[in-house]
C-alpha cells in the first residue's frame, strides 16, 4: 500500500479515475457536495449518539465517489444531510452551490427534486405501480403529467437497460431490475447530485458489478456527482476516490487510479487504524 494513495484528514477531492470522471470534468457549482464541521447528535431514551463529529468534506468536480466506514461511523447519517432529508445541529451543508440551510421549507422541496437524486438499499418502489409509473411518480406529484413525462421515463428506462420491463410491476421485477427502475426515477429531473446509499445490499454480485457500472456511466455521461456509500471494495474500485468515515469524521481519501479491491481493502484497513 504506498502511503501516496491515502490522505489522512484530507478529504478534498479531486477525481482523476478514468471510470468515476472525465479526466479533466471542470468544477461546477452545481456538482458540488461541501461540508463544514457537521455535527449530527440524536437523542433517544436520554442518551446521546454524536452521529457526526465535525465532518469536512469537499466535491467539486462530478464523479464516482463512495463513502465508507464501519457500521455506526455515521455514513447514512451524512448522506441523509446531504439529500436534504434532515438538519445538522452545527455546520455548513452545501449541494449542487447551495447552503442547504439557507433555504425555507418550500424552497428545500424544489431544490432537491430538481437536483438531488436519492436511491436506497430497499429500492422503495410502490409495488402497486408498473416500472414507468413508479418512475414518472415524482413528475406526477409536481404536477408535470402528460406525453414529455412519459417520454422522459420510457428514454430512462431504456438508457438503464429495463424498457423491455417498463409495464411490468416491481414484484415481476428482480433486485437488479427494481433497483435500475429506483435509478430511472431518481434521475428523472437530471439531478446533478445522485445519492446512493448501500444501493446494492440486496442485490447478488454480479447484478451488483453491473450496478456499479451503471452508476459509473452515469457519473461520466450525465455530468453528475455520484457519491455512493459501500461496504464493499469491490464496489470502490469503481469509484475515483473513497471516503473513509470514521469516529463521526472524515478521516482520510483513497485515490483509486491503479487499484484493485484488494488494493483498496488494504488503503482502508491503513486508513481505519491510522492515528
Ligand atoms: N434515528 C436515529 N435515532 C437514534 N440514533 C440514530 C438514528 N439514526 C442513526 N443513529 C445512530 O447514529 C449512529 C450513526 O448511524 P448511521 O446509520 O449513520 O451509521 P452507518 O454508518 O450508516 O451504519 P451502517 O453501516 O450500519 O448502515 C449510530 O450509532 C446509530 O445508532
Ligand atoms: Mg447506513
Known amino acids: 500500500m504506498s502511503p ?18 472525465p479526466a479533466r470534468a471542470a468544477p461546477d457549482p452545481l456538482n458540488a457536495v461541501r461540508c ?4 449530527k447528535s440524536y437523542h433517544l431514551g436520554g442518551q446521546d449518539v454524536h452521529a457526526l463529529r465535525g465532518v469536512d468534506l469537499d466535491i467539486s468536480e462530478p464523479g464516482f465517489y463512495a463513502i465508507m466506514g464501519a457500521s455506526g461511523s455515521g455514513k447514512s ?17 452545501s449541494v449542487g452551490g447551495k447552503s442547504l440551510s439557507k433555504l425555507g421549507e418550500r424552497e428545500l422541496t424544489d431544490f432537491r427534486r430538481d437536483n438531488i437524486g436519492i436511491v436506497f438499499q430497499q429500492f422503495n418502489l410502490i409495488p402497486t405501480l408498473t416500472a414507468r409509473e413508479n418512475v414518472e411518480l415524482p413528475g406526477m406529484l409536481a404536477g408535470r403529467a402528460g406525453p414529455h413525462l412519459r417520454a422522459r421515463a420510457e428514454e430512462l428506462l431504456e438508457a438503464l437497460g429495463v424498457a423491455r420491463r417498463a409495464g411490468h410491476r416491481p414484484d415481476a421485477l428482480s433486485g437488479g431490475e427494481q433497483q435500475r427502475v429506483a435509478i430511472a426515477r431518481a434521475l428523472l429531473f437530471a439531478p ?3 445519492l446512493a446509499d448501500e444501493p446494492t445490499g440486496n442485490l447478488d454480485s454480479a447484478s451488483s458489478a453491473r450496478l456499479w457500472e ?5 457519473a461520466r455521461e450525465h455530468t453528475t456527482t455520484v457519491l455512493m456509500v459501500t461496504h464493499e471494495p469491490a464496489a470502490a474500485v469503481h469509484c475515483g476516490r473513497v471516503f473513509v468515515l470514521r469516529d463521526g469524521r472524515v478521516h482520510g481519501s483513497i485515490d483509486t487510479e491503479g487499484l484493485d479491491a484488494a488494493g483498496v481493502a ?4 491503513h486508513l481505519v487504524r491510522s492515528a
Open 214 to 218: 451503471l452508476l459509473a456511466r452515469i
Open 4 to 21: 501516496a494513495r491515502t490522505s489522512a484528514a484530507a478529504p478534498t477531492a479531486a477525481a482523476r479515475h478514468e471510470n468515476g470522471a
Open 266 to 269: 488494504s488503503c482502508y484497513q
Open 192 to 194: 446533478r447530485i445522485l
Open 36 to 39: 463544514v464541521g457537521v455535527h
Open 77 to 93: 447519517t451524512l448522506l441523509h444531510l446531504l439529500g436534504a432529508l434532515d438538519t445538522p445541529d452545527r455546520g455548513e451543508v
